[in-house]
Every structure is written in structure tokens, then in C-alpha cells.
């Protein structure tokens, strides 16, 4: 009986894994998706966030056999104004390639306090997806930790690389889990939330706290980096903004507000 060595070899390559790549697609012009089937399930499409942590989703894309019992509950937000009740299992979460891991999902469900979560939630992702893939370190939510691409096995769990438009006419790209792949040009300290220099229109570098944040379209930066605009108000089309590391020495990006 060759079974059990084979179960053996089989689980030996799935833990020796170095690198596994994710097709993604981008959707609304800056939203990154991927297919990810949770507990088994069929394909769901997932925001691949890097401004949150954890993965959230509605009870209708993971299939209840096997689920086994709810590890925790609770309320949590998104920074877009939403607000809903979750209960927490522990599945396996399969992004393909072989990215296949154990990890805590958020599943949305309706209670007294937020009676109206799934139909929210839905709304809310109704841009394209069906919820959230938080890979983001060191966010403070909304998601249950770990963050799934960390339960992934071997040296998938090291990290992320996200490359949006790898392919012509904006079809997509895709996601690499892994070890970095790349000499680093420029390294922040912190996923998603770094610290940063910012030039307006030309102005003085002043220290910024950025979200790096591909769930978030344009990104976020301080309001007193600002002055004179109302809360509220969009930032003036035309306006120059430069990112600098936090010593100011390096130009990670630029662009003019629309």
C-alpha cells in the first residue's frame, strides 16, 4: 500500500512551494480581483486590498459542508461608510497555483444591530466583487487575522507582489505569492500603513501617513497636508502631488489630481 507515502510526497511538494502566480483582473478601471474558492466552493471574486486585512465574504459564496462551527463574531466597517455583523470560520481558502491554506473567514450575517449587513455588503461590492481579500500586515481590519496569504504553505506565506497590467490593453496581471522577486528600488517600513514625504504643488516635503491601499482607488493621505480646504471637499483638480520616501530623497510617484 503506497497510499500513505504518497500522501506523504504530496504534502512535501505542497509545503516546498516557493512561488505561486494568481491571475488577476482589474475591474472599474483600479480595482484588482482575483477567483478564490473558499471551504471548497465554487469561484468567488474576491477585492485584492491591500489596505485591509482578512477575508470577508456573504454566507451565499462558502458552501456549509464541512464549515464545521463559528470560532467568533462581531461588528466591523469599512472606511467607505459600511457597517455590518460577521460570524468567523476556519476553512481553507485556495487562491490556485497550489495556494491553498487553513485561514479565518469573515462570513456577513444580519442581526438586530445591523439587520440590513448581506444586503449592504452586496451593495457595497456591487462595483464587481463579492468581498475582500485584506492582505495588508498591519491594518487594524476588518478582517479576521491571520491574513489568508499568510496561512499559505511553504514559502508562499512570505508575501505579495501585485502586478495590475501585466498584460496589453488593460486586460490585468496577477499576483505572485512568494519571496520578492525583484532587486528593491525603494523599501517603506509597514503594509499598508507607511510612513512618507509629500510635496503639494511644488511645496515644501512634509511627512505624511500614507495607505498604500489598493482597495482604496486613489489612495489616502492626511487632510493637513491641505490647508484651506473644507472636510469634505475633493482636492482642486490640477493640484501636484509628489510621494517621496520618508527621508525625501527618493520620488516613488507623481500625479495631478483630476
Known amino acids: 500500500d503506497v497510499a500513505p507515502t504518497k500522501a ?5 511538494q505542497q ?24 471551504n471548497g466552493g465554487r469561484n468567488t471574486t474576491l477585492l485584492v486590498d491591500t489596505g485591509a486585512s482578512g477575508l470577508v465574504t456573504t454566507a451565499d459564496k462558502v458552501p456549509t459542508a464541512g464549515l464545521g462551527a463559528k470560532i467568533g463574531e462581531g461588528d466591523s466597517c469599512f472606511s467607505g461608510g459600511l457597517c455590518y455583523h460577521y460570524d468567523t470560520y476556519e476553512t481553507t481558502v485556495d487562491l490556485g497555483d497550489g495556494a491553498v491554506g487553513k485561514a479565518p473567514v469573515n462570513i456577513v450575517t ?12 452586496k451593495e457595497f461590492f456591487s462595483w464587481g466583487a463579492d468581498g475582500i481579500l485584506g492582505v495588508g500586515a498591519n491594518t487594524a481590519g476588518p478582517g479576521p487575522a491571520p491574513i489568508p496569504t499568510a496561512a499559505m504553505p511553504g514559502e508562499l506565506s512570505d508575501g505579495v507582489l501585485i502586478y495590475q497590467n501585466a498584460y496589453p490593453l488593460g486586460l490585468g496581471g496577477y499576483m505572485i505569492l512568494g519571496p520578492n522577486l525583484f532587486p528593491t528600488k525603494v523599501s517603506l517600513t509597514g503594509a ?5 514625504k509629500v510635496s503639494v504643488n511644488g511645496g515644501a516635503k512634509q511627512d505624511g501617513a500614507a495607505i498604500i491601499d489598493s482597495g482604496g482607488v486613489y489612495g489616502t493621505l492626511n487632510r493637513d497636508l491641505f490647508p484651506g480646504i473644507p472636510t469634505g471637499d475633493d482636492v482642486p483638480a490640477g493640484t501636484k502631488i509628489d510621494v517621496y520616501s520618508p527621508d525625501g530623497l527618493t520620488l516613488l510617484y507623481r500625479y495631478t489630481t483630476q
Do not use: H, R, W
Not at 506523504?8 to 512535501?12: F, G, N, S
Not at 444580519?110 to 455588503?121: G, K, L, M, T
Open 110 to 121: 444580519d442581526n438586530d444591530e445591523y439587520p440590513d449587513s448581506i444586503a449592504n455588503f
Open 15 to 38: 509545503n516546498g512551494k516557493v512561488y505561486a502566480k494568481v491571475p488577476v483582473q482589474m475591474v472599474a478601471g483600479t480595482e484588482p480581483v482575483v477567483k478564490v474558492k473558499i
Open 192 to 196: 499598508p500603513d507607511a510612513y512618507v
Open 8 to 12: 506523504l510526497v504530496e504534502q512535501a
